[in-house]
């Protein structure tokens, strides 16, 4: 079946430019989470939503980041005005119900940001 | 098709237990693989590997990898209720792609 999806894979933009990542998760999962890794360290969560609602932004690093959901499916995630060290692998997953459940991964967007 | 695979789904054990848990990958340009403990909204990093045969140990836990049999066992030894949660396994290819696995459950009953 279907997994997460994530487009595009690789994104080189240059700085200050502004870029939007698209997530499609698992059909039927309610639960969507971005994360952020960069080189060699751990996942760093930025948001999560339930539904099309976002209970936790608290990972979101800067105004400049921002993210929605529609239709409890697709998320977009949003940098604006884009700086060197936004450069990562953006990373989402969804869950069937919530923050408890496993949640399901997609390969990853690859941003560098010249 | 590139893939990771864990094993056992879930797990039920008491507490003092010795756990391993498994995970397997078929994913060409491997460059790491990562193991993670998922309780909340976070999966919480726990090893990076990158050197077959050589065992990396934080406390309780420890984790190897071997890149011949492409592989991966996470062990926790004296589990503690705290341990229960979700174990990640996730394998990074060159270009910075990511494929993770379903996870094992992990319950450690008091």
């Known amino acids: 079946g279907a997994g997460v999806s994530q487009s595009p894979s690789n994104k080189v933009t240059e700085k200050g430019k502004d870029v939007e990542l698209r997530c499609d998760p698992i059909?039927?999962?309610?639960?969507l989470y971005w994360y952020r890794q960069r080189l060699g360290q751990g996942l760093e969560f930025l948001i999560y939503?339930?539904?099309?609602?976002?209970?936790?932004k608290s990972g979101l690093p800067s105004d400049r980041f921002s993210a929605e959901r529609t239709g409890e499916s697709v998320s977009t995630l949003t940098i604006q005005r884009t700086q060197q060290e936004d450069s990562a692998v953006y990373l989402c997953?969804?869950?069937?119900?919530?923050?408890?459940?496993?949640?399901?991964f997609g390969p990853g967007t690859r941003l560098t940001v010249l | 098709e590139d893939k990771v695979v864990q094993s056992p789904l879930s797990l039920v054990v008491h507490e003092g237990d010795t756990v391993t848990l498994n995970c397997s990958y078929e994913?060409?340009?491997?460059?790491?693989l990562l193991w993670y403990k998922q309780e909340k909204k976070a999966p919480t990093f726990l090893f990076m590997l990158?050197?077959?045969?050589i065992e990396k140990k934080s406390g309780r836990l420890s984790s190897i990898l071997d890149k011949k049999e492409l592989f991966s066992i996470l062990n926790i030894t004296a589990t503690q209720t705290g341990d229960s949660a979700i174990y990640l396994c996730?394998?990074?290819?060159?270009?910075?792609?990511?494929?993770f696995g379903t996870g094992t459950s992990l319950t450690v009953i008091p």
């Open positions: 997953a969804s869950s069937l119900e919530g923050i408890t459940d496993t949640q399901y």
């Open positions: 059909s039927g999962h309610t639960a």
């Open positions: 939503f339930q539904g099309n609602s976002a209970p936790d």
């Open positions: 994913v060409t340009n491997f460059r790491s």
């Open positions: 990158t050197s077959s045969g």
């Open positions: 996730a394998v990074e290819a060159t270009g910075n792609q990511f494929y």
